[in-house]
C-alpha cells in the first residue's frame, strides 16, 4: 500500500494510509465530492449511498420482531400497562443505563404507567442487579421489573426474583454466555442464539430500549389501546437514545447513526426539561454536537453514577419540573468537577505503576476511586496503544475493575472466559469495554491469563496499526467552509470515524503548553496561510516534545481532525492533531 505523502514512519512511529483506495472512492464521482469519498471509506454502498448521506430511523431501523424474546417482552409489558400493574425499572448506574431507564419511564408514562426507577449504588451494591434488590421491589408492590443495561449475566439475582415469585424482563446488549439467566424475556442481539438481531449487536441498550418500546406500541395497538387515546410519539425521545449511544461508545453505524442523526434534531429543540437543563449547566449556547454528547452532557449524566447519587441522571431525564431539573442539572455539574479531581490522582498513581512489556495493562491500588477507573483506563490504553485494566481494591480485598480495548481485541469475551475459568467473582462487557470484580490475590493470576489469552491479537493489532488518513490539504484548506461541508457525512463517532485531514507543509510559528498538558500551536505554510492547531495530552509524548521543540525552519505534515473554533467572535476553524510527520 502506498503511503499518504510518503509517511511510513511518523513521529508516533506508524505509517500514514488512505482510508481507502482512492482510486476507488473517486470512481463514478467527481474529484471533489469529498462527502461521497468519505461514505464510501466509511463502508456505505455504492446503492445506499443517498440513504446514508442523510440516515433517518425508517430507512435503518428492523422489525423489532425479529429479536429473540422481543415480543415476548412486549406482550408482558402490554400485559402490565392495560392492567395499571406497578412496574419498575432497574439500570445501571451508566449514561447508557440512565438513559435507558428513563427511555422506558417515558415511554410508560405516556402509555399512563408511572414505572419506579431502581438504580444500584456504585459503591455499596455493584453492578447489575442483586437478588435481594429485585425482591425488595417486588416486596414493595412491582409485578414486574425491567431491568435496562443489565441482567444478561445476572444468574442468581434472576433465580431469586423468579422465586419469590415476580416477572423480571431484561434488555441489555452485552455479551452473553451460552446459558441464559431465568427470565419471563430477555432481549440482547449479543445473545448467542440470536439470529437476524445479531447483525444489531453495536446498539448501546438504550438503542434496544427503543426498539423494544415500538414493539410495546405495536402490540398494543392491536389490542385496540389506542382507540380513545393518542398514541406516543417515540421520536420525540430519540434525544434520549442519541445521548446514551454516543456516550456509550456505540459504533455509530446503521440505525445507531439514525439514531444519533434524528437524535440531535430533537435536542437542538430541547423539548426535555432535564436535557435542557443539562445543556444550560454545560454551558452550550448553540445546538449539541455529537461531539458535545460525549464530551460534555454524558460526563455529567455520569459523574451521578460515579461520585455522587446514581439516580441523579435518570431523575434528571425524566423530571416534569424544570426547578429540580435546573438544581440537578447543577449538582451534576459539580460533580462532574469533583470527578475530575479524583480521576486526576487516580491517573497518577496508575501511571507510577505501569509496566511497559505487557500486552494488556493491569494496575490495581488500594483506596482508588471505582467511580473513576473506567476514565483512567480509557486514558491508560490511549497513552500506551494497548489495552488497560484498572482495578479499585476496597478495605475487604475485592478489587472492582473496569477495562478499555483497541480495534482487534475483544476485551469483554476474554473477561467473560477468566470469569469462566474461575478467577473472576464477576465480569463481563463487550470488545472495547468491560468490567469484572476480583479477589487482590488472584490479579496477579488474571493478568497472566490476560496476557496468554491476549498477547497474539493485540500484537497483530498493533502491527497493522496505520494512520488512516481521508484527504491531504494546504494549511489554506483548513477554513470553517471544509468544516461545515465535512459534516453532511456526519454524525461521526465510533465506528464512523471523523474526517481525518493531513495539511501542511507547514512550519510552527508558536508553540506553547497549556491546561493539562495540551500542547497549543500556531503553524504557517507555505501558502502564508496559517491556522491553529492543538495536540491534547500531549505535552510528555514524543508528538507534544517534536511541536515544542522543532526548530523554526524545519516543515511538518500534521494529521488530525478539523474543528470549528466558536468562542471568539467569529468562528475559526483549527486542527487536532493527532500525528505529525517532517516534511522533505
Known amino acids: 500500500m502506498t503511503p499518504v505523502l510518503g509517511v511510513t514512519s511518523s513521529i508516533l512511529g506508524q505509517p500514514w494510509h488512505w482510508r481507502s483506495l482512492a482510486a476507488d472512492a473517486r470512481d463514478g464521482f467527481g474529484a471533489d465530492d469529498l462527502v461521497t469519498q468519505l461514505l464510501l471509506a466509511r463502508g456505505a454502498p455504492r446503492e445506499a449511498l443517498e440513504q446514508h448521506r442523510a440516515p433517518s430511523i425508517r430507512g435503518f431501523m428492523p422489525d423489532p420482531s425479529v429479536f429473540r424474546d422481543m415480543d415476548r417482552a412486549a406482550e408482558r409489558l402490554a400485559d402490565a400497562v392495560q392492567r395499571g400493574e406497578h412496574v419498575a425499572v432497574f439500570g445501571d448506574y451508566d449514561v447508557d443505563g440512565a438513559t435507558s431507564a428513563a427511555l422506558m419511564i417515558l415511554v410508560l408514562r405516556d402509555l399512563g404507567i408511572e414505572a419506579r426507577a431502581y438504580i444500584p449504588d456504585r459503591l455499596l451494591e455493584g453492578y447489575g442487579p442483586s ?14 421489573i425491567v431491568t435496562v443495561d443489565c441482567g444478561a449475566q445476572a444468574f442468581e439475582a434472576l433465580a431469586m426474583a423468579h422465586a419469590h415469585p415476580v416477572d423480571v424482563v431484561v434488555v441489555d446488549h452485552h455479551k452473553c454466555a451460552a446459558a441464559l439467566p431465568r427470565a419471563h424475556a430477555l432481549v440482547n442481539p449479543n445473545r448467542l442464539d440470536e439470529d437476524e438481531g445479531a447483525a444489531h449487536g ?98 455529567r449524566i455520569n459523574a451521578g453514577g460515579r461520585v455522587g447519587r446514581a439516580d441523579l441522571g435518570v431523575r434528571l431525564l425524566t423530571t416534569r419540573d424544570p426547578d429540580e431539573a435546573r438544581t440537578i442539572a447543577e449538582e451534576l455539574d459539580g460533580l462532574n468537577e469533583e470527578r475530575r479531581l479524583i480521576e486526576t490522582g487516580v491517573q497518577q498513581a496508575a501511571d507510577a505503576l505501569l509496566r511497559t512489556d505487557r500486552s494488556v495493562a493491569v494496575v490495581s491500588g488500594e483506596g482508588w476511586h471505582p467511580g473513576v477507573i473506567g476514565i483512567v483506563a480509557g486514558r491508560l490504553k490511549e497513552k500506551l496503544g494497548r489495552p488497560a485494566i484498572v482495578i479499585a481494591i476496597d478495605d475487604t480485598g475485592l478489587g472492582k475493575g473496569s477495562g478499555r480495548s483497541i480495534a482487534g481485541v475483544d476485551l469483554g469475551a476474554a473477561v467473560l472466559a477468566a470469569k469462566d475459568h474461575g478467577l473472576l467473582v464477576a465480569g463481563g462487557g463487550h470488545a472495547m469495554a468491560a468490567g469484572l470484580t476480583v479477589a487482590a490475590d488472584r490479579i496477579a493470576e488474571f493478568s497472566a491469563f490476560l496476557e496468554d489469552r491476549l498477547a497474539a491479537a493485540v500484537e497483530r493489532a498493533i502491527g497493522e496499526r496505520a494512520l488512516l488518513v481521508d484527504t491531504v490539504l494546504a494549511p489554506g484548506g483548513i477554513n470553517p467552509a471544509l468544516i461545515e461541508s465535512l459534516e453532511v457525512g456526519g454524525p461521526y463517532g465510533m465506528g464512523w470515524p471523523a474526517p481525518r485531514i493531513a495539511a501542511g507543509p507547514v512550519r510552527i510559528v508558536k ?44 516543515r511538518l505534515w500534521l494529521a488530525g481532525r478539523a474543528k470549528l473554533d466558536d468562542w471568539g467572535s467569529r468562528p475559526a476553524a483549527e486542527l487536532h492533531i493527532e500525528d505529525a510527520a517532517w516534511a522533505n
Open 202 to 299: 453495536h446498539l448501546a441498550a438504550v438503542g434496544v430500549c427503543f426498539l423494544l418500546a415500538a414493539a410495546l406500541v405495536r402490540t398494543l395497538r392491536g389490542r385496540g389501546f389506542f382507540a380513545d387515546r393518542p398514541e406516543p410519539r417515540l421520536i420525540d425521545h430519540l434525544d434520549i437514545v442519541a445521548l446514551g449511544t454516543v456516550a456509550d461508545v456505540a459504533q455509530l453505524r446503521g440505525l445507531n447513526r439514525a439514531f444519533v442523526a434524528q437524535g440531535l434534531k430533537v435536542m437542538a429543540q430541547r423539548r426535555n426539561i432535564g436535557l435542557a437543563a443539562l445543556i444550560a449547566a454545560s454551558r452550550l449556547t448553540r445546538a449539541p454536537t455529537c461531539s458535545d454528547l460525549g464530551f460534555a452532557l454524558g460526563p
Open 131 to 144: 437478588g435481594d434488590a429485585l425482591v425488595r421491589l417486588a416486596s414493595e408492590g412491582a409485578s414486574l
Open 511 to 554: 508553540a506553547d503548553v497549556v491546561g493539562n498538558g495540551h500542547v497549543r500551536t500556531i503553524v504557517a505554510g507555505d501558502d502564508g496561510r496559517s491556522f491553529k492547531a492543538m495536540a491534547f495530552r500531549a505535552a510528555d509524548t514524543p508528538l507534544g516534545q517534536a511541536l515544542l521543540g522543532a526548530a523554526p525552519h524545519r
